[in-house]
């Protein structure tokens, strides 16, 4: 646990939290949360999702090279294909120039179509929501209850496997259900030392003292290791010795293989494990604290979640810096210095330590279907067709929802679209509640919309959207007259009642998004859950992927134009980056908070006087600096918000 003075200040030893010393207490409580130094998380990846969700679709032979095609690009590749050489930025031309034999695949629509058209059909990515989400169900029911499962994005899974980990060191130690009678401590006895464990079959160790890949003959860093070695001596593979944060991790890693295990054979999809940046094809890695140093060391720190944008680039500037290693040299005091006391996350995080939580994500709370139309739409017979192509698309995620969640519904339609570069105009009206959901439930109001909004003013539309807000449960009495009535009754009828205000996560399709793009968003959600993205369905912004409104900060927050002519799969890829940089510019301020209010309370606590005692009145101008002093420090905000104002 991070030791923190009235002032911030860490007197924790160097990789402190990676070398701690396990008690009868840590193993036989259950509820130390990301504090526990027996936590186990691990990170499951499918391997080429896109690809790999074709090639059981269509039962291809796993080693033929096979690309998924979106239009005249490619979203996906799988290994076999990548052999040649193909990325998923390349044209379909450019990689059938690579590998002739290359097979093609491609969803458009909720259906395949022969010969889709760009012009009349827009891409759908529902099929690889289907099996997404079975793919985690499966994974949910072949491990234990106790295991927490948070879904990072269509493709990753983290898994915290701590409780049933705990539960089988019992089973297999069962004299370390109790402390011995002459424990000198009681429950903060030591334990004793471990067995040795066995790493065969259960996954890749990652090397505790790794050599550099620039420079093979450049020797370790003293900062490698995290146990205690006589001096002048480097910790290695060979002179590790176990611990029980070892044995931890061989039963989670155990506990994942059985999973990965079963998702192969039962569903046809191959993952990787535990290591993400160390992951290999089908397999998974363990990566032991006392191989997280020497695993950062040689790593650019700007890859780290936070560490990236105008912060990383303060921190490269300030401290000449450019790896893990590079920055391990600053100490606590430089970086609070110059980045302000709530930066001791950053020193914290370039060691390894992350107390973030794996948690289940709230429902979503909102749909979106998009199509950025080429030409533009000039004529009510076109404005029709794309509405029902959008309805269509909504009615099969309703549905679906709906078979997850039957008491689900929407709580209002919004229409919206763009001309030309103006920003995009939109218009909402209550959903009614249907029996029967398909497209023209959603296409009449739709079509309703868009007269009210478009007026009789010609117009030229580049992009057009539907999307669902307010999805929640629908409670006693909220279906409307329709309710009361038997099955024949199947006419949309008005929904009555009340429905509380929450905030909304949006369900993005892979086209939603016409101007810009950047880099894939990390999968790893910030330390704290946070509405940010598609939180108001009234904001004009929310209707296109091109920007989401935040409820925290009550502003709009668009992407830049200088992405214009992307693929339009890494423009959505692009907004959720700036939702997660955005994210972490609330994250700093919380944590700045976070750090204040404890140096708050632990300097009124020394100063509060004893009762009987004399006490001074503090000059109404020594308040006012008090005040001051006492104001969270923007030093690590700030750039995260001006990173988000982009």
């Given at each position: 646990?991070?030791?923190?003075?009235?002032?911030?200040?860490?007197?924790?030893?160097?990789?402190?939290?990676?070398?701690?010393?396990?008690?009868?207490?840590h193993?036989?409580?259950?509820?130390?949360?990301v504090?526990?130094?027996?936590?186990?998380?691990?990170?499951?990846?499918?391997?080429?999702?896109?690809?790999?969700?074709?090639?059981?679709?269509?039962?291809?032979?796993?080693?033929?090279?096979?690309?998924?095609?979106?239009?005249?690009?490619?979203?996906?590749?799988?290994?076999?294909?990548?052999?040649?050489?193909?990325?998923?930025?390349e044209?379909?031309?450019?990689?059938?120039?690579?590998?002739?034999?290359?097979?093609?695949?491609?969803?458009?629509?909720?259906?395949?179509?022969?010969?889709?058209?760009?012009?009349?059909?827009?891409?759908?990515?529902?099929?690889?929501?289907?099996?997404?989400?079975?793919i985690?169900n499966?994974?949910?029911e072949?491990?234990?209850?106790?295991?927490e499962?948070?879904?990072a994005?269509?493709?990753?899974?983290?898994?915290?496997?701590?409780?049933?980990v705990k539960?089988?060191?019992?089973?297999?130690?069962?004299?370390?259900?109790s402390?011995?009678?002459?424990?000198?401590?009681?429950?903060?006895?030591?334990?004793?030392?471990?067995s040795?464990?066995?790493?065969?079959?259960?996954?890749?160790?990652?090397?505790?003292n790794?050599?550099?890949?620039d420079?093979?003959?450049?020797?370790p860093?003293?900062?490698?290791?995290?146990?205690?070695?006589?001096?002048?001596?480097?910790?290695?593979?060979?002179?590790?010795?176990?611990?029980?944060?070892?044995?931890?991790?061989?039963?989670?890693?155990?506990?994942?293989m059985?999973?990965?295990?079963e998702?192969?054979q039962?569903?046809?999809?191959?993952?990787?494990?535990?290591?993400?940046?160390?992951?290999?094809?089908?397999?998974?890695?363990i990566?032991?604290?006392a191989?997280?140093?020497g695993?950062l060391?040689?790593?650019?720190?700007?890859?780290?979640?936070?560490?990236?944008?105008?912060l990383?680039?303060?921190?490269?500037?300030e401290?000449g810096?450019?790896?893990?290693?590079?920055?391990?040299?600053?100490?606590?005091?430089?970086?609070q210095?110059?980045?302000?006391?709530?930066?001791?996350?950053?020193?914290?995080?370039?060691?390894?330590?992350?107390?973030?939580?794996?948690?289940?994500?709230?429902?979503?709370?909102?749909?979106?279907?998009?199509k950025?139309?080429?030409?533009?739409?000039?004529?009510?017979?076109?404005?029709?067709?794309?509405?029902?192509?959008?309805?269509?698309?909504?009615?099969?995620?309703?549905?679906?929802?709906?078979?997850?969640?039957?008491a689900?519904?929407?709580?209002?339609?919004?229409?919206g679209?763009?001309?030309?570069?103006?920003?995009?105009?939109?218009?909402?009206?209550?959903?009614?509640?249907a029996?029967?959901?398909?497209?023209?439930?959603?296409?009449?109001?739709?079509?309703?919309?868009?007269?009210?909004?478009?007026?009789?003013?010609?117009?030229?539309?580049?992009?057009?959207s539907?999307s669902?807000?307010?999805?929640?449960?629908?409670?006693?009495?909220?279906?409307?007259?329709?309710?009361?009535?038997?099955?024949?009754?199947?006419?949309p009828?008005?929904?009555?009642?009340?429905?509380?205000?929450?905030?909304?996560?949006?369900?993005l399709?892979?086209?939603?998004?016409?101007?810009?793009?950047?880099?894939?968003?990390?999968?790893?959600?910030?330390?704290?859950?946070?509405?940010?993205a598609?939180?108001?369905?009234?904001?004009?912004?929310?209707?296109?992927?091109?920007?989401?409104h935040?409820?925290?900060?009550?502003?709009?927050?668009?992407?830049?134009?200088?992405y214009?002519?992307?693929?339009?799969?890494?423009?959505?890829e692009?907004?959720?980056k700036?939702?997660?940089?955005?994210?972490?510019?609330?994250?700093?301020?919380?944590?700045?908070?976070?750090?204040?209010?404890?140096?708050?309370?632990?300097?009124?606590?020394?100063?509060?006087?004893?009762?009987?005692?004399?006490?001074?009145?503090?000059?109404p101008?020594?308040?006012?600096?008090l005040?001051?002093?006492?104001?969270p420090?923007?030093?690590?905000?700030k750039?995260?918000?001006?990173?988000?104002?982009?």
């Amino acid at each position: 646990m991070d030791r923190i003075t009235a002032k911030g200040k860490e007197k924790a030893t160097e990789h402190d939290d990676l070398n701690a010393v396990i008690t009868y207490r840590h193993l036989l409580t259950n509820k130390m949360g990301v504090l526990d130094p027996l936590r186990v998380v691990a990170l499951c990846d499918l391997d080429a999702f896109y690809a790999a969700a074709e090639q059981v679709r269509l039962n291809i032979d796993p080693e033929l090279p096979l690309a998924v095609q979106q239009w005249q690009g490619l979203i996906a590749v799988n290994y076999p294909a990548r052999k040649f050489g193909i990325t998923r930025m390349e044209t379909v031309t450019e990689a059938k120039k690579k590998c002739p034999e290359l097979v093609l695949e491609g969803e458009s629509e909720p259906g395949y179509w022969e010969d889709p058209n760009v012009n009349t059909h827009k891409v759908s990515l529902d099929h690889y929501r289907r099996e997404s989400m079975k793919i985690l169900n499966l994974h949910r029911e072949c491990m234990d209850p106790g295991v927490e499962v948070e879904k990072a994005s269509i493709d990753e899974a983290f898994f915290d496997f701590t409780v049933p980990v705990k539960q089988k060191i019992l089973e297999r130690y069962p004299h370390l259900s109790s402390p011995p009678p002459d424990a000198p401590l009681g429950l903060d006895t030591p334990l004793p030392p471990p067995s040795e464990v066995s790493w065969e079959g259960i996954g890749n160790l990652v090397p505790i003292n790794p050599k550099n890949p620039d420079d093979p003959n450049d020797p370790p860093l003293p900062e490698a290791s995290t146990s205690a070695q006589p001096s002048g001596q480097e910790e290695t593979d060979e002179t590790h010795v176990t611990t029980w944060q070892d044995i931890a991790l061989a039963i989670g890693a155990e506990l994942m293989m059985k999973s990965r295990m079963e998702v192969k054979q039962r569903l046809g999809y191959t993952t990787s494990a535990l290591v993400a940046s160390f992951k290999k094809r089908d397999q998974q890695s363990i990566l032991r604290n006392a191989a997280i140093p020497g695993f950062l060391r040689y790593m650019p720190f700007q890859k780290i979640r936070f560490l990236g944008g105008k912060l990383g680039d303060a921190l490269a500037d300030e401290f000449g810096a450019k790896t893990v290693g590079d920055v391990l040299t600053v100490s606590l005091d430089d970086m609070q210095r110059k980045f302000g006391e709530e930066s001791i996350w950053v020193y914290n995080i370039l060691r390894g330590i992350d107390h973030t939580e794996v948690k289940e994500k709230v429902a979503t709370k909102s749909m979106l279907a998009s199509k950025n139309v080429r030409p533009n739409i000039t004529k009510p017979t076109e404005v029709t067709h794309w509405l029902r192509v959008l309805a269509s698309e909504l009615s099969v995620r309703l549905i679906e929802a709906r078979e997850r969640t039957p008491a689900i519904w929407p709580k209002t339609l919004v229409l919206g679209f763009r001309q030309a570069f103006n920003s995009t105009k939109s218009k909402q009206a209550p959903f009614p509640f249907a029996k029967l959901i398909t497209p023209e439930v959603i296409l009449k109001p739709a079509e309703k919309l868009f007269k009210e909004l478009s007026g009789n003013a010609p117009y030229k539309i580049n992009n057009i959207s539907l999307s669902f807000h307010g999805l929640e449960m629908l409670e006693a009495g909220q279906k409307g007259i329709e309710g009361f009535f038997g099955s024949s009754s199947s006419k949309p009828l008005p929904t009555m009642g009340k429905r509380k205000q929450s905030n909304e996560d949006t369900v993005l399709s892979d086209e939603e998004e016409p101007e810009n793009s950047g880099e894939t968003a990390p999968s790893r959600p910030p330390p704290q859950p946070l509405p940010v993205a598609g939180s108001s369905s009234s904001s004009s912004a929310t209707n296109s992927v091109s920007a989401f409104h935040c409820d925290r900060c009550k502003r709009t927050i668009s992407l830049p134009k200088r992405y214009i002519g992307l693929p339009s799969d890494e423009k959505v890829e692009a907004l959720h980056k700036l939702e997660e940089e955005h994210a972490d510019f609330h994250v700093a301020q919380d944590l700045a908070r976070e750090v204040i209010d404890i140096s708050s309370e632990e300097e009124h606590k020394r100063k509060k006087p004893k009762l009987g005692g004399n006490t001074k009145s503090v000059p109404p101008n020594k308040k006012r600096a008090l005040a001051k002093t006492k104001k969270p420090p923007e030093e690590i905000a700030k750039y995260f918000s001006s990173s988000s104002k982009r």
